[in-house]
């Protein structure tokens, strides 16, 4: 997936995809549990459903807990905003109608197998990269490609990660 603008108001996006020899029904349960989603990514430490949720459903909310070494330590709470067994899963961080950052999943057959985006795009609600460019406005544009490089390499890890899980099902 090609990154879109370096500016944060603009609402950049980046992503990764790859080809599973699965189909996406089969792809479905791997990528709706976000209980796998940390084992390959280095920023991402942990993640557990709220209010009883135990799995995915649209309006679903999840605590994550990441670690950078730039950001620190934080949690987020995210919404389930798209959910569409063997289609798409998607949620926004922090607020729905103002994320820190929107996530999704999108799943389509092919070849008999399924192809799998991941992808992100960044929101203006206020955050540790909304914080960075307030106190150095003139490194907007740094930031954020180096923030949109560093998801990049956590969902390509991430993906074949859950294409490993996938294919081994």
């Known amino acids: 997936m090609e990154r879109t603008s370096a500016r944060l108001a603009d609402r950049p996006t980046a992503g990764a995809r790859t080809w599973i020899d699965a189909t996406p029904e089969q792809v479905w349960p791997v990528v709706s549990d976000i209980a796998l989603l940390p084992a390959a990514s280095t920023e991402l430490q942990a993640v557990e459903w709220l209010d009883g949720a135990g799995g995915p459903r649209l309006g679903a909310r999840f605590h994550g807990h990441n670690r950078n070494d730039l ?66 406005p003139e490194a907007e544009e740094e930031f954020v490609r180096r923030r949109l490089g560093d998801l990049e390499r956590n969902m390509t890890a991430t993906l074949d990660h859950l294409k490993r899980l996938a294919e081994a099902r």
Do not use: M, N
Not at 105 to 121: I, K, M, N, Q, W
């Open 71 to 136: 950001l620190g330590e934080w949690t987020t709470t995210s919404h389930v905003v798209e959910c569409e067994p063997g289609r798409a899963f998607g949620w926004a961080v922090a607020d729905p109608e103002d994320p820190i950052a929107t996530w999704r999943f999108a799943l389509a057959p092919r070849d008999g197998g399924t192809d799998l985006e991941y992808a992100v795009r960044l929101g203006t609600h206020r955050s540790g990269l909304t914080a960075a460019i307030e106190r150095k």
